[in-house]
Nanobody, 122 residues
Framework: QVQLVESGGGLVQTGGSLRLSCAAS??????SGWFRQAPGKEREFVAA????????DYADDVKARFTISRDSAKNTVYLQMNSLKPQDTAVYYC?????????????????WGQGTQVTVSS
């Protein structure tokens, strides 16, 4: 079982930036993704990246502001978040998948991190 540890969350003002990191205990295959969950809401897809980094996907409301990337040598996936808005406030989770491309499908991910809080003040 791959263990994932997120870091980089915090409090930032509207328009600010944060970079989240997700370190895996072992090499992950296929997809890695970021999801987020705001209080009282379902966990939702944010971004995903393939093992080689050649395939990415983003939720529409973050596409122009967030960038997902990975350093395969370090087994680490990043989420660079720019132009943050109060509606981005949530707990952010990273996920990993050893099967086929999981993309936006929550149920396809095999391992999840514990989450890191991102709070954007207005």
């Amino acid at each position: 079982q791959v263990q994932l540890v997120e870091s980089g969350g915090g409090l930032v003002q509207t328009g600010g930036s944060l970079r989240l990191s997700c370190a895996a205990s072992a090499r992950t295959f296929s997809s890695s993704g970021w999801f987020r969950q705001a209080p009282g809401k379902e966990r939702e897809f944010v971004a995903a990246i393939s093992w080689g980094g050649f395939r990415t996907d983003y939720a529409d409301d973050v596409k122009a502001r967030f960038t997902i990337s990975r350093d395969s040598a370090k087994n680490t996936v990043y989420l660079q978040m720019n132009s943050l808005k109060p509606q981005d406030t949530a707990v952010y989770y990273c996920a990993a998948n050893r099967g086929a491309w999981a993309g936006r499908r929550k149920s396809e991910y095999d391992a999840w991190g514990q989450g890191t809080q991102v709070t954007v003040s207005s």
